[in-house]
């Protein structure tokens, strides 16, 4: 089953607008990561922050988690069109015992950045 | 580096045939692993394998199979191509840590009529 769900499932916005995208995941996590896919092309990794950690920047993007609420935030400040893209947050969950790492994957959000 | 590669890029089967998707990574990671991506259901995972000889399944296995003989290499066999199995299927990779991204390759389209 899918552990993380992102939110909204499409997004679209004016460039130079901000754009927010939500993940929700249900179980505890070492790390969550975002990554981005161009239409028709491999995901690309963005940014990842620890569960010990709150909020993370790298360039115009920022990222928060909330471990009590099991939610994570990733915002694109002042948006061009090439961010035009989906956006997928996924949690790394370990599974005790077995010593292995697993990536879970949201459904993702479509974001539209019109020029 | 090449990082990750998957060939081939695009596939037509016919139901009941069989083929393998190749991927091969060379950054010499321990972990390896194989998602599908279907419209609207985001990345599933199929199986991975956590270095040369050791494969483990993930969400969707049925109807794939894999081996891990080399670290650089690990395929996915689809026994009987059914046209559930129409998606795209991405391979990726990243060192054995907790604490370390995933190398996503090109994908491969896959077609079952």
């Not at chain 1, 990794?45 to 928060?64: A, C, P, Q, W």
């Not at chain 2, 000889?53 to 993930?58: C, K, R």
């Not at chain 2, 670290?71 to 907790?98: G, I, K, N």
Request: proline share 4%.
């Amino acid at each position: 089953s899918q552990q993380g769900e992102e939110d909204p499932q499409a997004l679209s916005i004016q460039e130079g607008e901000n754009a927010t995208m939500n993940c929700s995941y249900k179980t505890s996590i070492n790390n969550l990561q975002w990554y981005r896919q161009n239409s028709g092309r491999g995901l690309v990794h963005l940014i990842l922050i620890r569960s010990n950690e709150r909020e993370k920047h790298s360039g115009r993007l920022r990222v928060t988690l909330d471990t009590s609420k099991k939610s994570s935030s990733l915002l694109i400040t002042a948006s061009r069109a090439a961010d035009t893209a989906s956006y997928f947050c996924a949690t790394d969950l370990l599974y005790s015992g077995a010593g292995s790492y697993q990536l879970t994957f949201g459904k993702g959000t479509k974001l539209s950045v019109i020029p | 580096n090449a990082g990750v590669t998957q060939t081939p890029k695009f596939q037509v089967l016919k139901t009941g045939q069989s083929m393998t998707l190749q991927c091969a990574q060379d950054m010499n990671h321990e972990y390896m692993s194989w998602y599908r991506q279907d419209p609207g259901m985001g990345l599933r995972l199929i199986h991975y394998s956590v270095g040369a000889g050791i494969t483990d399944q993930g969400e969707v296995p049925n109807g794939y199979n894999v081996s891990r003989s080399t670290t650089e290499d690990f395929p996915l066999r689809l026994l009987s191509a059914a046209p559930s199995q129409t998606s795209v299927y991405f391979c990726a990779s990243r060192p054995w840590t907790s604490e370390e991204t995933q190398y996503f390759g090109p994908g491969t389209r896959l077609l079952v009529l």
